[in-house]
Structure formats: structure tokens, C-alpha cells
């Protein structure tokens, strides 16, 4: 590839300031979409365009990554650039919105259990910030919405990093597209991602679908886990992640 690759970004490295516009030209692209730009330009000198449904796509996908870095916009607690960009505030609230995460109230006033996912997402929109557990679980609630038929969305990982997964209803994995809001870099393919290319190596978490568009616990799990078991559900651990 022209470009490098890591887990699920183009040109990936941890030095990810807030986006800003490009100012030279008269549309003012974002960096986001700059960088997506780059990344279907390499995938179009290799002969592997990228053209109409996958697209459209991804580029959905990778306006999900942008919302999602605007709603954390504190920045990622454990990358230094975004520590001392903001004072140390991104640090400060990632671990307040773990610790409120834990005082939400696993059950709704009806009585019906309220998510730990959705607590989760809760948590971390509050406080403005997070490490990757956090990006992708927002980001996989934001894009549960966009879902079109016989899609599923995952949150999925690999090697102590989380990121979210879009899966059609197929093995074919040049079809699977990567949310890491949490990495610099645009929404890609799977197949192009050094963590996420081979989806017998990825664990999942939990997904979403369009019936539902809440999230459905996933009952394979290994070391990528969220199942600890608390009253009788599931909670997910983002621990160091």
C-alpha cells in the first residue's frame, strides 16, 4: 500500500490533533475527509476502486468517525499529544466518565435493565472523552442508525484496542468496513487493516442491527471480552483500553 496501515486507519499514528478545515480550497474540506480522499486514492492506483454502494458506505462510516471524534472532543485520555493539547483535561475526564458510569443505575425507573452499552455511551458523551473503548462504543451507538438491511454492526477488537465494525451478511471480509475514531485516520476496509483483516482473529463484543438498533450482546468472546457477569448481564470492560 502507498500508505500505511494499522489496526482501522489510514496513515494511522497516535498524534491526532483536533480536525480543522483546509482552508486552500473553496469547498474547506476537513482532515477527515482529506484523509479519506488519500485513502481512495491508494486503494484506486492499486486497481481497487472504490465506487458506488461500498461508497456510499463508506463514506457514511467515515462521517460517523468525524461525529464521534466531535462528541469526545476532549480528545483520548491516554495519547499524550491529546493530553497535553488539552491540558490534561482529556485524561481527567476519560477516568470521571468511568467513574459515573459505574454510579448510572443499571436499571430503568420501569424496571427494564438499561444496557450496559448504552451506559457506557452515556458515560463517555458526558465526559467528553475517552481511550479507544469509549470511541468505539460511541461510535457504534452513532452509526446503529444508519444501518440498511442485513447489516450488522460490531464492536469488535483485537490486542488490548477496540474499535467499531460494519458486517454485511456475508464472509466475504472486502466488505466489511472499520470505524477507529479513536486512531487518526478514516473509516476503511477490513481487508486493509493490520488488526482487522483476518476476521477469525477479531473478537466481537456486542452488535447492533436494524431491527433492533440497540445493542445485542455477543455470546463469542475471548480475550477482547466485555462478559463480566454482574446480576445476571453483562457489563463491558474498558479497563486499560
Given at each position: 500500500m502507498a500508505g500505511q496501515w494499522s489496526s482501522s486507519g489510514y496513515a494511522t499514528d497516535t498524534a491526532?490533533?483536533?480536525?480543522?478545515?483546509?482552508h486552500a480550497t473553496p469547498a474547506a474540506l476537513s482532515d477527515g475527509e482529506c484523509q479519506l480522499g488519500g485513502y481512495l486514492l491508494d486503494r484506486r492506483i492499486l486497481g481497487r476502486p472504490v465506487e458506488g454502494r461500498a461508497f456510499e458506505q463508506l463514506r457514511s462510516a467515515n462521517q460517523t468517525?468525524?461525529?464521534?471524534?466531535?462528541?469526545?472532543r476532549h480528545g483520548r485520555g491516554n495519547v499524550t499529544v491529546d493530553i497535553e493539547h488539552s491540558n490534561g483535561e482529556?485524561?481527567?475526564?476519560?477516568?470521571?466518565?468511568?467513574?459515573?458510569?459505574?454510579a448510572i443505575p443499571q436499571k430503568l425507573?420501569?424496571?427494564?435493565?438499561?444496557?450496559?452499552?448504552?451506559?457506557?455511551?452515556?458515560?463517555?458523551?458526558?465526559?467528553?472523552?475517552g481511550k479507544c473503548g469509549e470511541h468505539a462504543h460511541v461510535g457504534a451507538f452513532?452509526?446503529?442508525?444508519?444501518?440498511?438491511?442485513?447489516?450488522?454492526?460490531?464492536?469488535?477488537?483485537?490486542a488490548d484496542h477496540s474499535w467499531a465494525e460494519l458486517r454485511a451478511q456475508?464472509?466475504?471480509?472486502a466488505q466489511d468496513i472499520v470505524m477507529d475514531?479513536?486512531?487518526?485516520?478514516?473509516a476503511i476496509f477490513a481487508e486493509d487493516g493490520a488488526f482487522s483483516r483476518e476476521a477469525h482473529k477479531v473478537d466481537v463484543d456486542h452488535h447492533y442491527d436494524r431491527a433492533t438498533e440497540r445493542p445485542v450482546p455477543t455470546p463469542t468472546h475471548s480475550c477482547?471480552?466485555?462478559?463480566?457477569?454482574?446480576?445476571?448481564g453483562w457489563t463491558p470492560s474498558l479497563a486499560g483500553r
Open positions: 491526532a490533533l483536533p480536525e480543522h478545515q483546509v468517525v468525524r461525529e464521534t471524534r466531535r462528541t469526545l482529556s485524561s481527567l475526564r476519560t477516568e470521571a466518565g468511568r467513574l459515573s458510569r459505574r425507573p420501569s424496571g427494564e435493565p438499561l444496557d450496559p452499552a448504552v451506559r457506557a455511551v452515556a458515560a463517555a458523551t458526558t465526559a467528553q472523552a452513532l452509526h446503529a442508525a444508519k444501518l440498511g438491511e442485513g447489516e450488522h454492526l460490531y464492536v469488535a477488537g483485537k456475508t464472509s466475504d471480509r475514531p479513536w486512531a487518526k485516520g478514516p477482547m471480552s466485555y462478559g463480566n457477569s454482574v446480576s445476571g
